[in-house]
């Protein structure tokens, strides 16, 4: 019978069927220090010049290059200047300043000569090579005040902390994070503190899920397991949906007797797509309860992730409008054939390793979609789109992880 809802859909599809929702995302300036995977929401720009003034990139000597050009050249040592000094010297020819890394350049130098090209003797210098011009590091090389650093749509890394550090900005406006509430079901789940009964697992999901929700500049809140239960399943969704702005499940979405995340949306929710030709994680959904959205995730460990960074991360970097950055894509040549299935797109775990300059991905692990250890170990995960054969020396995108 057909669905009253796009059915087995392609992943592109998926992902576009998933933009009918976007919530309002407002923005608020928080400090730099806790900037770490949140996205830009405004225009930041450099409070002052880097560097503030030229400095020496060596430890060495400040010299006048016109002096160093026929060495060995003897010249007088007139003084030295550490970084952070505010002395200001004055070099003439046959002169030199002891400088260090850091240090501003003494006015009358053009460049430097790093200490181990140099031979000192008391208050006397003996230069055994020209001085280099490039050790000198020039004001605003790098950028200059009321420049632009980052536009709407950067997602903070380590990295652009420290340059927010070095223009002098110390707060930064970002997008609000959404709050995400991670839902597990499941009757054989058992939180960590438990002992497993026969049957019973440990309940992982969740926390997987909450932290792909926090690189991606999120809070998730992660739910006490939900038994197998339609009532629990409902009241669960009830309070999650007034306090969340979406909601990430995971398990009970297939076509099993028990799988009441599928059941209870297909009689009291609004379900936009359900199931993908993916695999792993054919049977995902995507809707919305009361209004919130809802991510059926599977169950399966390895299912459940490969679905967040293929669907949910895609959706949730495009609230923003940033770039995906934690699915940073490569290309490697397949070393061995992969299992593909026409139509759906692939992801399996591979290893990456390099063979004379050239990239390659093997598999890595056993391929179960309930295998976490193998997509843990892995480097990251082919993405053989639908019209790709997976075959053995082809080009392969590769999802890093
Ligand atoms: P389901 O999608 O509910 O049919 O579950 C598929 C498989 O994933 C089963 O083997 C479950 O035991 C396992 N599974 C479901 N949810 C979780 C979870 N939160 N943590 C670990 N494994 C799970
Ligand atoms: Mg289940």
Redesign the pocket.
């Known amino acids: 019978m057909a669905k009253p809802y796009p059915y087995f859909v392609s992943l592109s599809e998926a992902i576009s069927l998933c933009q009918i929702t976007h919530p309002i995302m407002e923005s608020e300036e928080i400090p730099i220090s806790q900037g770490i995977n949140r996205v830009i929401s405004g225009e930041v720009k450099a409070m002052v010049n880097d560097p503030p003034f030229d400095n020496s990139s060596m430890d060495g000597f400040a010299v006048i290059h016109s002096d160093t050009t026929s060495p060995p050249t003897e010249l007088s040592i007139i003084g030295s200047i550490m970084a952070g000094s505010p002395q200001i010297h004055q070099l003439l020819p046959g002169q030199a300043v002891r400088i260090m890394t850091g240090a501003p350049i003494p006015e009358g130098a053009d460049s430097i000569i790093p200490i181990e090209d140099c031979t000192v003797d008391d208050d006397k210098v003996t230069l055994n090579k020209p001085s280099k011009p490039h050790f000198i590091r020039k004001l605003g090389e790098n950028f200059s005040i009321d420049q632009t650093i980052f536009s709407p749509g950067a997602t903070m890394s380590p990295e652009k902390i420290a340059l927010c550090a070095a223009a002098g900005v110390s707060t930064i406006p970002v997008f609000q994070k959404l709050k995400i509430a991670v839902i597990?079901?499941?009757d054989?789940?058992k939180p960590l503190t438990d002992d497993l009964g026969y049957g019973q697992?440990y309940?992982?999901?969740?926390y997987g899920l909450a932290a792909l929700v926090e690189i991606y500049g999120h809070e998730a809140t992660r739910f006490p397991n939900v038994i197998d239960d339609l009532d629990i399943l409902r009241d669960t969704l009830v309070e999650a949906s007034k306090t969340h702005d979406c909601i990430i499940t995971?398990?009970?979405?297939?076509m099993?007797d028990k799988?009441f995340v599928r059941i209870l949306m297909e009689q009291e929710g609004d379900i936009k797509f359900w199931r993908v030709k993916m695999r792993p994680g054919s049977?995902p959904l995507f809707g919305l309860w009361n209004h919130t959205p809802i991510f059926g995730l599977?169950?399966?460990?390895v299912s459940s992730h490969v679905v967040f960074r293929a669907i949910v991360g895609k959706w949730l970097t495009s609230l923003t409008k940033s770039t995906d950055i934690n699915n940073k894509l490569t290309h490697a040549i397949l070393s061995e054939d992969i299992k593909t299935q026409p139509g759906f797109t692939t992801f399996r775990r591979v290893e990456l390793f390099i063979k004379d300059d050239t990239t390659y991905a093997r598999l890595k692990g056993h391929q179960g979609s309930?295998n976490i250890a193998g997509i843990a170990m892995s480097d990251g995960l082919t993405m053989i789109e639908p019209d790709e054969l997976g075959k053995k020396g082809d080009t392969c995108k590769i999802i890093l992880l």
């Open positions: 597990s079901t499941g054989e789940l697992i309940e992982s999901n969740s995971s398990g009970g979405v297939s099993g799988d049977p599977p169950g399966n460990p309930g």
